[in-house]
């Protein structure tokens, strides 16, 4: 079973920037999952920021933080990272990894968190001055 650990949180000034990790740990390999990013704000439901496949490595993106947050794949490093710029008070929130399972593993299900079946247990990040 894919295990997802989060790392990379913290807390930084409205401006910076923060480059988030997803590792799969205890011997589980992120080489061929899709990988999303959400993120749970206090008070607010999870939202999906990004994703990106397995297979074609294809991006996407919630319009909310186009131009602003990155995806990237290491498979050498088994990691899925998100870096952040020009981060916003708003962006506050814990970020959690997730991956999808069954027989199209390898393709991200949108930006649902419906179509996530592996979770990590997320990393805070906080915006603040």
């Known amino acids: 079973q894919l295990q997802l650990v989060e790392s990379g949180g913290g807390l930084v000034q409205p401006g910076g920037s923060l480059r988030l990790s997803c590792a799969g740990s205890?011997?589980?390999?992120?080489?061929?999952?899709?990988v999303g990013w959400f993120r749970q704000a206090p008070g607010k439901e999870r939202e999906g920021v990004s994703c990106?496949?397995?297979?074609?490595?294809?991006?996407y993106y919630a319009d909310s933080v186009k131009g602003r947050f990155t995806i990237s794949r290491d498979n050498t490093k088994n990691t899925v990272s998100l870096q952040i710029d020009s981060l916003k008070t708003e962006d506050t929130a814990v970020y959690y990894c997730?991956?999808?399972?069954?027989?199209?593993?390898?393709?991200?299900?949108?930006?649902?968190?419906?179509?996530?079946?592996?979770w990590g247990q997320g990393t805070l990040v906080t915006v603040s001055s």
């Open positions: 205890r011997g589980t390999s992120l080489d061929y999952y899709a």
């Open positions: 997730a991956a999808p399972s069954g027989s199209t593993y390898f393709y991200c299900p949108g930006l649902s968190s419906d179509g996530f079946n592996y």
């Open positions: 990106i496949g397995g297979s074609n490595g294809r991006t």
